[in-house]
């Protein structure tokens, strides 16, 4: 049983430099979303999608794209890198609902020189 | 953007000592969730209260959500130095699964 996977586990950029984060659930969840996890912050909501097509913006979205075109999958795009952007990275699935379980991954630390 | 205020930031206890540490937020949650964060690793679930005044007990863990719905605490008793980590609250609000993450409380069980 997967859960939620993330990949690349760990990544370094040079500004200017695009990529993209994957992640992939296998619980059927109609609900994702990404965090980012900088010292001292928490975790910060970046984007979140509630299905398949379907995408919204969390508390800090700048710099960062997101689709959902299948329910397995909810890639993190970054256009151009920053070094605000060095932060580890964490996906999320859930059933929809308010009480319901947030299974994260293992997260992806990302550094941008 | 609800604010969800955690304390201590740090704590470091010795093995068999009792911590209480706290959630506190002004705004009024429908459900409020614990997670513990090991290193290297993402936060997985301890809990989920929805109701004011619930008490829910996992081990040697106790939670307690406010009757207002707007603060929360955790006590240990007896910590171990598998306690060790750190304590993540979080609030919704919503019909939706969205969730606001306090800043956390690392917490240091020395043998």
């Known amino acids: 049983n997967a859960g939620v996977t993330q990949t690349p586990k760990f990544q370094v950029l040079k500004t200017g430099q695009s990529m993209t984060l994957q992640c992939a659930q296998d619980?059927?969840?109609?609900?994702m979303s990404w965090y980012r996890q900088d010292p001292g912050m928490g975790l910060r909501l970046i984007h979140y999608?509630?299905?398949?097509?379907?995408?919204d913006q969390g508390e800090v979205p700048n710099g960062y794209n997101v689709s959902r075109s299948t329910t397995e999958d909810f890639p993190l795009r970054l256009l151009s890198a920053a070094p605000s952007q060095t932060s580890v990275y964490f996906c999320?699935?859930?059933?929809?609902?308010?009480?319901?379980?947030?299974?994260f991954g293992a997260g992806t630390r990302l550094s941008v020189l | 953007t609800q604010l969800l205020e955690q304390s201590p930031q740090f704590l470091s206890i010795q093995e068999g000592e009792n911590l209480t540490v706290y959630c506190n937020s002004s705004?009024?949650?429908?459900?409020l969730q614990w997670y513990r964060q090991e290193p290297g690793e993402g936060p997985v679930l301890l809990v989920t209260?929805?109701?004011?005044?619930e008490v829910k007990k996992l081990k040697r863990l106790t939670f307690q959500f406010g009757d207002a719905r707007k603060d929360s605490s955790l006590h240990i008793t007896a910590a171990q130095t598998g306690d060790t980590g750190l304590y993540l609250c979080?609030?919704?609000?919503?019909?939706?699964?969205?969730?606001?993450f306090g800043k956390g409380i690392t917490l240091s069980v020395r043998p």
């Open positions: 705004s009024v949650f429908s459900s």
């Open positions: 619980m059927n969840h109609e609900y």
């Open positions: 979080a609030g919704s609000t919503g019909a939706n699964s969205k969730l606001t």
């Open positions: 209260v929805v109701t004011g005044g």
């Open positions: 999320a699935s859930s059933r929809t609902g308010t009480k319901n379980i947030q299974y």
């Open positions: 999608s509630v299905g398949a097509g379907i995408t």
